[in-house]
């Protein structure tokens, strides 16, 4: 799922692009490799912040997709780590209409803490960070215009909400 969101959108707009602007073929598959990678580590660096925010982040809600039961990568890794009685658990906090939104945040992001799911969060973002990274690396294009480009990546992931 998270590579088919915001990480194909930005691959393909890339890749496009790069067709429209006359790269060759592997240049326009690297330009598509880059925003497969970046989008796929943007993804996840969304999924980290929407609930584990940045102090500059505050007044925005936190954990909305934890509310809305979505399957981001902090959540899968929970539920493959977790036992089966945690993740019953963890389905009545959510379903549980009387409990307050931020209690229900504040429970699972327990069980995420208890399973050290930020850093293997982390690790992942990283990894498809530097995939990212790499693929600007191998295109056949002048050094100044890989920098604009890296640029742009590292401004994507420097967003603090």
Do not use: W
């Not at 902090?74 to 209409?97: A, C, H, Y």
């Not at 969060?121 to 790499?134: C, M, Q």
Request: contains cysteine; glycine residues 6%; positive net charge.
């Amino acid at each position: 799922m998270i590579q088919l969101k915001t990480a194909v959108l930005v691959a393909c707009s890339l890749k496009m692009g790069s067709i429209i602007g006359g790269a060759s073929k592997e240049d326009s598959n690297l330009l598509y490799d880059f925003g497969l990678y970046l989008g796929t580590a943007f993804q996840i660096h969304d999924d980290i912040l929407d609930v584990f925010p940045n102090e500059d982040n505050f007044g925005k809600q936190v954990g909305g997709d934890i509310i809305e039961k979505k399957k981001t990568i902090l959540f899968i890794d929970f539920l493959n780590k977790s036992t089966s009685k945690e993740r019953i658990l963890v389905d009545q906090i959510l379903r549980d209409n009387k409990l307050d939104n931020e209690i229900k945040v504040a429970k699972v992001k327990e069980h995420f803490i208890k399973y050290s799911v930020l850093k293997v969060a982390e690790d992942h973002k990283n990894k498809f960070y530097n995939k990212a990274i790499r693929s600007i690396k191998s295109l056949s294009i002048s050094n100044k215009k890989k920098q604009l480009i890296e640029g742009f990546a590292i401004d994507l992931m420097n967003r603090k909400f």
